[in-house]
């Protein structure tokens, strides 16, 4: 099985398997809330398929030494302390220059959220391994696979984009805490943020606890200045708020130099420059 085909089975059975998941605890999750409601087993096997489905290709293409080399990259910790402050200090940046130019442009601020920071601390320690189960699949697995044939940058926003498709259910989800809001804002955002993950993976030579510390940072830090439209009920409008139209602005005048610097990067594939 070639390059391609590995990854078009990749992204095919991740998102079947998530959905798939995700379905079912929208669908019997009233009535068996302890499986099937959001949080429980079956919603969380969907949030880990993207990392099952990447070690499970990774054992059958390559076997016991792939499947070391890709969890390997969890273990890089060893890099500049510049990088753990780029990593969790981001979507926080962010959020607070865009309340900073709603003042200036609205003449008041937004509101700003209530959760203490030393709990948005721990909270960021506690759920950075939870992030395994994504990034071994997205930064782990497909963006390696992606860049060698598209180049790093392009390749971001590709996975960028694919990866706010596998959230896409959790838009008509009722407590979900995305149900309602406008998924094309949110694409822009998540293709730009992935701009920056990808960024953030070749700086460190393919660090995952890095890009792991980064994910978990912008899950929860993103409610320093919350950006969702109160009454929301059409994900598929592009209507959202003076904050989300401002954060995804923001985010993405960091990541077009981010992309520039991306230029004829290369990324290792299963421990070795492909």
Known sequence: ????????????????????????????????????????????????????????LTAWHEGRPGVGSLLARIGRWQVAATWYAFALAYLATIKLTAALLHRIVLGAWPVFGSTPWPLMVGAIAVSTWVQAGEEIGWRGYALPRLAAGLGLGPASIVLGTIWALWHLPLFFMPGSGSDGQSFPIYLLHVAALSVAIAWLYWRTDGSLLLVMVMHASINNTTGVVPAAMPGASDPLTFSGSTMALLTVALSWLVAVPLLSQMRGARLAIDGRDD
């Open 1 to 56: 099985m070639g390059g391609a085909s590995r990854l078009i089975a990749f992204f095919l059975l991740t998102f079947v398997l998530t959905w798939a998941a995700w379905l079912a605890s929208a669908t019997w999750g009233r009535g068996q809330p302890a499986l099937f409601g959001l949080g429980g087993p079956i919603f969380l096997l969907g949030v880990f398929a993207p990392a099952m489905v990447a070690l499970g």
